[in-house]
């Protein structure tokens, strides 16, 4: 599936898909991806997978976190996105 570099509103770097669905959040994916982990992890002890890392924005924000889980896997399939945290990390510095 090809993904096009789309800047979010805040200027957070983001893509989307050739029908125009955006990977993250077009406004804030920060607050979006930390809001998503607190309403999903009630146990930091555990293993934690994430099936698909596209900005790797949910994985980051686990660092905002006071007690982090055992190990964190980020499995990405999309050849295409597997480019985008180095373009992300390019694109703010």
Known sequence: MPFVFSPCKDGSPNCKTEDGEFL?????????????????VSNWESNLFFLGGGFLYHP???LEFP????????W???IDLQKFPYLKKKFLN
């Open 67 to 74: 007690v982090l889980p055992k190990s964190v896997v980020v």
């Open 76 to 78: 990405e399939p999309e």
């Open 24 to 40: 993250h959040s077009h406004y804030n994916p920060q607050k979006e991806a930390k809001r998503f982990l607190e309403s999903q």
């Open 60 to 62: 980051e924000s686990l």
